[in-house]
């Protein structure tokens, strides 16, 4: 059954992302819908609890390419331009107590959305397959580096084979050999493909 309280809180997102609100907590979200009614806490619970089916229809319905955050991302100590990947990885939800607070717009060369990626592509196949269409479109839009991208896809490509679980158009598989291509030739500065999931499960 859809559910249309979800649906009406993307749509809010998709509003606030429009009025240049670019990464607004549950809470900015509740406060937007409900336009400044008295809120208990229940009401933020639910809008965290739905965050995950807000990312899907903000993805599939209104083609925008969301992330979720935890927590930290919305504390004063939090960079939200990180250095590298270890301080992005602390930004992203999953894992012990690292439940989503927020859902964030993905900007061009977004080092926090590329981990979130890297969640996605050591989880499972579905949501593998996923990760990869969204790479390739980040790369094809122009929102992440060719080298970038292709670093991704060749650490998904080193874990599993993903050409039985895509049907990749020719110009997608091509944008992806090329950008795996292109990631190759650059000096290695990635975590090792072994090492992904203890550090994303830390």
Known sequence: MKDCYAVELARAVALLFADGCSNPSAEEIATAYFSGKIMGGEIIDGVRKRLKR???????????????????????????????SAQARKCICGGLHKSAAGVVAASDNDIIYQEALKQNIISSVPKTAKAVLNIINAMNEGRMKLEDGGDLLNQLKARMEIDNHLKLTAPQNSLMQKAMAAAKKRPVTRTPVKQLKLILED
């Open 54 to 84: 807000i990312r899907t229809i903000l993805e599939k319905d209104y083609l925008i390419p969301v992330y979720l955050v935890a927590d930290y991302y919305y504390s004063p100590h939090c960079n939200r331009c990180p250095a590298d």
